[in-house]
T-cell receptor
Framework: EAGVTQFPSHSVIEKGQTVTLRCDPISGHDNLYWYRRVMGKEIKFLLH????????ESGMPNNRFLAERTGGTYSTLKVQPAELEDSGVYFCASSLQGAAGANVLTFGAGSRLTVL | DQQVKQNSPSLSVQEGRISILNCDYT??????FLWYKKYPAEGPTFLIS?????DKNEDGRFTVFLNKSAKHLSLHIVPSQPGDSAVYFCAASVLGDYKLSFGAGTTVTVRA
């Protein structure tokens, strides 16, 4: 079974530019999450999709961040325009809907974003 | 507002000895707790969990202890092995809410 795949693994952009991160969850996982870890701090929740619907986007920092999950499969997270404080590692995770231990997420390797 | 805290950023232990990682939380609504392990350039991987109805859960060399009154949990690894060198994250959630709150992680180094 393929795991959670994220692309790109590392992106370096200048302040003011746009970056789009992509996540392919495990096939059949209805739940998809985005998290972010900044500068060795805690991993922070950004948002949660159930299929194509945003279930919880309380962790999104501001309106420069836009997440989509068209068709309930892969998801994209766009940052536009990027600021210096957006630098960090963006993790995507997925889990089955309603399964036992549904809080157990499977994470991707992350996309490291560096904003100069 | 950080609801899950890991106050020790690093831990060094000799191979074969016990590693004890600590985690404190502030939200009394949390009722499910997890530990994740992370190697460099990889995503966190699930290690072990415990629900609030238990005070101990064991899986091989890994044991998690939960003290609800103190809002504290710990992860014991015994015996520690070189492959255990990684960053360990404590996480918590409310059952039914899929969102996890993570601590900042503890970097464990197992010395040969």
């Amino acid at each position: 079974e393929a795991g959670v795949t994220q692309f790109p693994s590392h992106s370096v952009i200048e302040k003011g530019q746009t970056v789009t991160l992509r996540c392919d969850p495990i096939s059949g996982h209805d739940n998809l999450y985005w998290y972010r870890r900044v500068m060795g701090k805690e991993i922070k929740f950004l948002l949660h999709f159930v299929k194509e619907s945003k279930q919880d986007e309380s962790g999104m920092p501001n309106n420069r961040f836009l997440a989509e999950r068209t068709g309930g499969t892969y998801s994209t997270l766009k940052v536009q325009p990027a600021e210096l404080e957006d630098s960090g590692v963006y993790f995507c995770a997925s889990s089955l809907q309603g399964a036992a231990g549904a809080n157990v997420l499977t994470f991707g390797a992350g996309s490291r974003l560096t904003v100069l | 507002d950080q609801q899950v805290k890991q106050n020790s950023p690093s831990l060094s232990v000799q191979e074969g000895r016990i590693s004890i990682l600590n985690c404190d939380y502030t939200n009394s609504m949390f009722d499910y707790f997890l530990w994740y392990k992370k190697y460099p350039a990889e995503g966190p991987t699930f290690l072990i969990s415990i629900s609030s109805i238990k005070d101990k859960n064991e899986d091989g060399r890994f044991t998690v202890f939960l003290n609800k009154s103190a809002k504290h949990l710990s992860l014991h690894i015994v015996p520690s092995q070189p492959g255990d060198s990684a960053v360990y994250f404590c996480a918590a959630s409310v059952l039914g809410d899929y969102k996890l709150s993570f601590g900042a992680g503890t970097t464990v180094t197992v010395r040969a």
